[in-house]
């Protein structure tokens, strides 16, 4: 009979985490946090940092500077965004060694 630190060691506690890509005109970065509010002040801090070389005008607020500076950043090719994902781990069924990316069949992703 498994104990429950057996069952627990089977069947890892699914994490989800927040993954940040930030698209400028010398590449891309990205960053995962355990916080989406964490994901969301990188953008700010970005924003306040760049927003003097990029506008004349004054910032705006904090709580808007994100949001404003990524809106006009779009006629530029400059982006952020996040997603959330699941943290894969041992519950997920073994892929073919051949196949990294499970259910392609082909080695890629579709």
Do not use: K, N
């Not at 627990?8 to 927040?18: D, F, L, M, S, Y």
């Not at 940040?20 to 005109?25: F, G, L, Q, S, T």
């Not at 982006?79 to 990294?100: L, V």
């Amino acid at each position: 009979m498994l104990s429950i630190s057996d069952h627990t060691r089977c069947r890892p506690v699914p994490q989800t985490v927040h993954v940040a890509i930030y698209e400028h005109r010398h590449g891309t970065d990205v960053r995962v946090f355990l916080d989406a509010a964490q994901a969301q002040a990188w953008r700010t801090r970005i924003a306040r940092e760049w927003w003097h070389h990029e506008f004349d005008d004054d910032p705006p607020p904090e709580d808007e500077i994100g949001a404003e500076y990524f809106e006009r950043m779009l006629e530029r090719d400059e982006f952020f965004s996040t997603m959330t994902c699941e943290i894969e781990g041992s519950r997920h069924e073994p892929t073919d060694p051949a196949s990294p990316v499970p259910g392609t069949g082909h080695g890629g992703t579709t």
